[in-house]
């Protein structure tokens, strides 16, 4: 990546979201010493990350804040706060608390600090054209989600905070929920009253599905805390509404998304090479797969749990696909002289 490019990729650390939701989804069907060869690759990937995003940030600071204030790139940097919260949910599968809490801080932290930016830059800014309207908006949401889910799982570490821990990640929940609302329709206007050409057709419109799918994990987490408190008991009905609600919106886009894919390499003949937003699609796959499975746990759902398995293998597919596809990318690149290397990448 071009450290002072103006077209650098802002969401890199979807490749983290995936490598960390893949592992994840390892772990829990018992695939542990992949598992950890995928997580040990997630927390790598995400050190030369933050270099990277550090050394643009003083190399670069201008190039920076203009991603970072155009609609069309700025909620690629909410990948920081997914990949952050993935890893430490993973961490707290391992039983690895210190570090489930550093990782979950530092995305909470990246999100307060993300979210009032962009939201206040582009509020205040020029008006959005509809053309920059993308799946990649609802990144925005999987980092809300994300947080709710790690706050989810903090519950089991802190039982005596139950009460505390469980609002605070309904909260997060139920923002993402109203913001996917937002944001799905401005996409839907955007894929249904505009000309769309295949090359618009990119990634991250995954996401549309993924963003239901981590929004599932979360509520689903939470149905599994035994609660007492009348409060807690009055929102489960609400949790489990929106469980199945999300859950069949996001089903629903699977095919679409599929024959929307084959639509674009088909009627726009571009080749089938790597570039960092195919993480995008690896992630939602990997992020269905294990909301899936946490929600066969719910009472009336067991047999989703053969969907959740078969989704989990299906993303490992996806991500050692796009993984070849990197790596064969960065010996081209190695190959090629310096000044050709930025028009291989684009």
Known sequence: MGLTDKRFYTAYFASVMATGIVSTAMFIYHQIWLSDILLAIGVGLYLVLWYAYAGRLVLAPREMWRNLTDPSTTFGFFTIVAGSNVLAVRFMLAHWVGLSVVFGTI??????????????ALITGPAADLTSVNGG????????????????????????????????????????????????????????????????????????????????????RLLAVPVHTTILVTLRPFLEGGTLMFWAWGSWWIPLLVILGIWKYWRGHEPIAYHPAQWSIVFPLGMYGTATTAMSKIQGFLPLHWVGEGFAWISLGAWTLVAVLGLRHMRQRSQVPANQALSLEQ
């Open 137 to 220: 908006w609802l990144i925005a949401i999987v980092a809300e989600q994300s947080i709710a889910t790690y706050l989810a799982s903090m519950i089991g570490v802190v039982p005596g905070h139950v009460t505390i821990l469980f609002l605070a990640s309904a909260t997060f929940w139920a923002m993402g929920l109203i913001l996917y609302l937002v944001f799905i329709a401005f996409i839907m206007n955007r894929l249904l009253f505009q000309t769309i050409d295949p090359q618009d057709m990119q990634p991250p419109y995954w996401i549309n599905m993924g963003a239901t799918a981590i929004s599932v994990l979360a509520s689903s």
């Open 107 to 120: 995305g909470l932290v990246s999100w307060a600090v993300l979210f009032y930016t962009v939201m206040t």
